[in-house]
T-cell receptor, first 114, second 119 residues
C-alpha cells in the first residue's frame, strides 16, 4: 500500500515560537497533490495548505509554509509565530493525479502552550 | 452556504442493529466522499460519488455497508448488522470538479462527522 507517514505523534511549542511537523509519503506517480489538514478538538477538519508536486516553489499561507522535497518524498509543515488556536491534530494527505481519494497520515497532535 | 453538514452528530447503537447517516454537501459540489476515522488515526477512504454515480469503493467497504446519492445532492451511508469494530467517526467531504485547469487541487471540504458507538 502506498502510504503517508507522520513520525511525530505529539509535539508541543510555546506561543509565538516556530514548530515543524514532518511528513513522508510514498508514490509511483510523477505528479500528485499534497495537503496539510487541521482538526481542532471536536471540530471539523479544515485545509491549511496545499502543494502540487510539479511546482518547485514551496507553498505559503500566512504563518504556514511547507518544505517540499520531491526527491526525498518529504512534505513538512512549518508554523511560525504559533498561536493558542493552532492547537489541533494535523494530518498530512496525498492525492494522486490519477485518483480522487485522499490518503492520510496518522496525524500529529500539536499543543501550543501559553 | 453553510458548508458540509452531517446528521446525526452522534449515534449509539447495539450490536446487530442497522444505522443510517446522512451527508449534505456544499450545494454546487458534484463530488461527495465518505471516510472513516478511528480514534487516534487519520481518516481512511470508503467511497465517493460524482453526481449520483458511485465511482470508487474501498476494500474497507464490506457488504454490510452501502452508500447512495440518489439525486446527486445529499448522500446516505447505511451500515447493516453493526459490529463493535464499526465504532468510529464517519466523515463526509465534498468537492467541485471543474476541470484540471480550473480546479487542479480538487480540494475536499469536510463535514463535522458522525460519531458511531456500537455497544
Amino acid at each position: 500500500a502506498q502510504t503517508v507517514t507522520q513520525s511525530q505523534p505529539e509535539m508541543s511549542v510555546q506561543e509565538a515560537e516556530t514548530v515543524t511537523l514532518s511528513c513522508t509519503y510514498d508514490t509511483s506517480e510523477s505528479n500528485y497533490y499534497l495537503f496539510w489538514y487541521k482538526q481542532p478538538p471536536s471540530r471539523q477538519m479544515i485545509l491549511v495548505i496545499r502543494q502540487e508536486a510539479y511546482k518547485q516553489q514551496n507553498a505559503t499561507e500566512n504563518r504556514f509554509s511547507v518544505n517540499f522535497q520531491k526527491a526525498a518524498k518529504s512534505f513538512s509543515l512549518k508554523i511560525s509565530d504559533s498561536q493558542l488556536g493552532d492547537t489541533a491534530m494535523y494530518f498530512c494527505a496525498r492525492r494522486e493525479t490519477s485518483g480522487s481519494r485522499l490518503t492520510f497520515g496518522e496525524g500529529t497532535q500539536l499543543t501550543v502552550n501559553p | 452556504d453553510t458548508g458540509v453538514s452531517q446528521d446525526p452528530r452522534h449515534k449509539i447503537t447495539k450490536r446487530g442493529q442497522n444505522v443510517t447517516f446522512r451527508c449534505d454537501p456544499i450545494s454546487e459540489h458534484n463530488r461527495l466522499y465518505w471516510y472513516r476515522q478511528t480514534l487516534g488515526q487519520g481518516p481512511e477512504f470508503l467511497t465517493y460519488f460524482q453526481n449520483e454515480a458511485q465511482l470508487e469503493k474501498s476494500r474497507l467497504l464490506s457488504d454490510r455497508f452501502s452508500a447512495e446519492r440518489p439525486k446527486g445532492s445529499f448522500s446516505t451511508l447505511e451500515i447493516q448488522r453493526t459490529e463493535q469494530g464499526d465504532s468510529a467517526m464517519y466523515l463526509c467531504a465534498s468537492s467541485l470538479i471543474a476541470g484540471a485547469l480550473l480546479n487542479p487541487y480538487n480540494e475536499q471540504f469536510f463535514g463535522p462527522g458522525t460519531r458511531l458507538t456500537v455497544l
